[in-house]
């Protein structure tokens, strides 16, 4: 501990540096209060200061005090001063003072003053620890809610069709206690393209907190910008994405990148186009043949966003039957897994996903998606959500007469 210890006797100051030195401890001593200025100006670094605040002159005592707290911010006092001169405490204490110590005249303070000083720069250390801990917990609420507002709140859906969607931020547990709710980076978003087709969108960063959710916010921001263009198909939109996203520094630096699901329904046609960049392909439940699966190979899809800016992308089609439900989903919904557990074998997995929505055949579209996040939060086991998690909901169902 670096200890700047000033004090008004010069055999006192001598002692009580050599009773402070015994544990380590890096101490500088002043002895009278004339010598406190010039050592001032000198400046140092240092954890705690000690300072009598029962000088004969009060007020330059106080000087004294004030010039010390302007010199060295945030460095807490103690303060030291005999029985008799205990009313100047409450004084010195409403102006910035750490805490004290009282100097009784067998000088057996010195034998507490280690302590003292310890517990103290303890004390102010947690203190502190905790303002910049709530500052940022601050400013990733902040983050967290302008990541929301990008995921919309209702998705409309064409006629013969509903589509529902929700998004879970991921938690963690902190030393036992509840989960806290970070900032994140997924993404969806549905919307009416201008020749009437359907875009569905699904995406998610890598990482976790406040990077995350800008590299998000950075996606959005281009798809807005050029969702209106002219495209030939979808591995012609995510090529562009990936083109402008590679250029996002916020998005690529530290081996960054974004998983991205893009999807266009022909509703006459009941044709779904879509092309993955490192994102799960979207699962089919049919009603008719009673089939739960991926839309092509578990695997299909390119590089994610933003790691070759020359990346290509595959388009491809599927068939949407009349009856039918297809999820759309970011991997934290399939990650789920107990706490001290990362094995892809414990957790929620593909199987789960699937295995819930044999299960909730027979329930309305918001309850299903109700139904994929309590199965997958169940399998935490209580530990929280790891990751972020998004889920898009699309169901078709055409009534037999």
Known sequence: MRILAIWDNEAECDLVSMYLGIDGNEVTSVAGVKQVELRLEEGGEFDIILMPIDLPEPEAGFAVFKRILEKFPGIPIVGACQPAEVFRIVRFMANGMSAY???DAGGDYMFMLQAILDSTVDAVRAAREEQISAKLREEVESVRKLQESVIPQHLEAPHGYKIVGRYEPSQIRVLGGSPVTMAGGDYYDVFTLPDGKIALIVGDASGHGMKAAMSIMTMHTLMRMIRTQKYNDTSHFVQVINQQ???QAIVNEEGGFITLLYAILDVEKQELQWTSAGHPPPI???????EVGFLGDEDAGG??????????YETYHSHIPNNIRM????????????????????QFGNDGIMQTLRQSKNLNLDDVLQKLFDDSNAYTKGSGRHDDTSVV??????KKS
């Open 393 to 398: 909901l699309l169901e078709r169902f055409e």
């Open 101 to 103: 110590v009282i100097r």
């Open 327 to 346: 999820l759309m989903f970011t991997d934290g919904l399939e990650e789920a897994f107990p706490a001290g557990s990362t094995s892809k074998h414990n």
């Open 245 to 247: 996203l590679y250029e």
């Open 303 to 312: 590089l994610p966003l933003a790691v070759i800016e020359e990346a290509e």
């Open 284 to 290: 089919l439940q049919n009603y008719e043949t009673g």
